[in-house]
């Protein structure tokens, strides 16, 4: 199993690792700071430094089949270190900031429109939720304007985690409809964003709305009869 630091620090951009194993054009590690793709947000990319300091790109990250070891996958096939190795897994923190950013945002977004949601999907600076809505009528500026509202109370952003059971006696945690929080594990991961909202999340976010900084929302779709797409992105 991969150690997830960034589920304890989501602002650590670096750490030394030892290379399990190879699998397709990637490596396991024993731990790492990349994110794995999964629950609308992109894997990470970044840097892998080799134990005779070669400088090799990782060009995503993803959950191996089995989704308890992490796959680190390279530009380039012939640059995999071997197992054993010891690297430094440098990561590019400018694009994992962005999507930081746009999750949290999102987040608040759900609040702002308290729908169930439909779809999603997490961007660099950009990002969109499909919500269920019976009827239309949204305005941007307005939706714009309250989002930002909640922006501006720089509330922090915080994790704990609950139980199977308590997630199962509170089901009203759970917006969205069609991806479900990860169980099995015994223990779900909540995000909370303090006096805002709570729900079940893996992802990645900043530590308060405050650094969201200015965001706008640039579209609203119609996405059949009650779906509505709202799309927003970082100013």
């Known amino acids: ?16 690792a030892q290379v ?24 990470d990319a970044g840097f892998a430094e080799g134990p005779g300091g070669a400088r090799n790109a990782i060009a995503n990250t993803v959950y191996a089949p089995d989704r308890t070891r992490i796959l680190h996958l390279f530009a380039s096939s012939e640059a995999l270190p071997a197992p054993g190795d010891q690297i430094r897994l440098e990561l590019d923190w400018e694009r994992r900031l962005a999507f930081m950013r746009i999750h949290t945002a999102l987040h608040l977004l759900s609040v702002v429109l308290p729908f169930p949601v439909t779809g999603g999907s997490i961007g660099q600076g950009e990002g969109r939720l499909d919500f269920d809505i019976p009827e239309g009528g949204l305005d941007r500026e307005e939706l714009t304007r309250r989002l930002m509202e909640l922006v501006e109370r720089d509330a922090p952003v915080r994790e704990r985690w609950i139980t199977d059971e308590e ?18 594990a015994g223990r779900v991961r909540l ?4 006096g ?20 706008t929302v640039t579209d609203i779709e119609k996405k059949g009869r009650q779906n509505r797409r709202v799309r927003i992105k970082l100013v």
């Open 167 to 184: 997630l199962d006696a509170n089901p009203g945690l759970v917006k969205t409809m069609a991806v479900k929080p990860p169980r099995g």
């Open 191 to 194: 995000v909370e964003i303090e």
């Open 20 to 43: 399990l194993e190879h699998l397709d054009n990637g490596v396991v590690l024993d731990r790492t700071v990349f994110y794995p793709q999964g629950g609308g947000q992109p894997g």
């Open 196 to 215: 805002i909202d709570l729900q079940p999340c893996g992802g990645t976010h900043v530590r308060s709305t405050g650094e969201i900084g200015v965001v």
């Open 1 to 16: 199993m991969t150690e997830l630091l960034f589920r304890n620090d989501a602002y650590l951009t670096s750490c030394t």
